[in-house]
């Protein structure tokens, strides 16, 4: 997929070195796959600065049929992946009409995914650190 597609494998990397399990499928017939086995209790991580890729939305509407939750990385003008979001966090990037490289837009999913990454991290210290404490 486009440069989004590269913030989620990067996220994706970092998730795995703290043990949380996650994938990212780049291609259409796997993404679909993937998420056709997802079951309630399950989190799709949907990042798409425009939120209209047709693939992205396909995912999206067969997570929800599996009763998975969505939350997708998205810019903040209405778009159908808000709308089958489950829960939205939003990046603002002022993007030229050619969207050359996408610059802008990237480098705010990279930041969003990073403090997400720090969180999850920070969290499971502290839980890991109660679980051990006397």
Not at 42 to 48: M, Q, V, Y
Not at 66 to 79: C, D, E, Q, V, Y
Not at 96 to 110: G, K, L, V, Y
Request: charged share 15%; proline share 2%; glycine share 8%.
């Amino acid at each position: 997929m486009g440069a989004s597609g590269l913030v989620a494998q990067n996220f994706a990397w970092k998730l795995l070195k703290i043990g949380v399990n996650a994938g990212v499928e780049r291609d259409m017939h796997a993404l679909l796959s993937t998420v056709q086995a997802l079951a309630p209790g399950d989190l799709l991580l949907a990042i798409s600065y425009s939120g209209e890729r047709r693939e992205l939305k396909l995912a999206a509407d067969e997570t929800l049929r599996t009763g998975a939750k969505i939350l997708a990385i998205t810019g903040f003008s209405p778009n159908a992946l808000q709308q089958r979001a489950t829960r939205c966090l939003y990046t603002i990037a002022e993007e030229q009409a050619t969207r050359s490289a996408a610059i802008s837009s990237t480098h705010a999913q990279m930041m969003l995914t990073d403090l997400l990454f720090y969180g999850a991290g920070t969290a499971g210290f502290r839980a890991g650190a109660r679980a051990y404490s006397p």
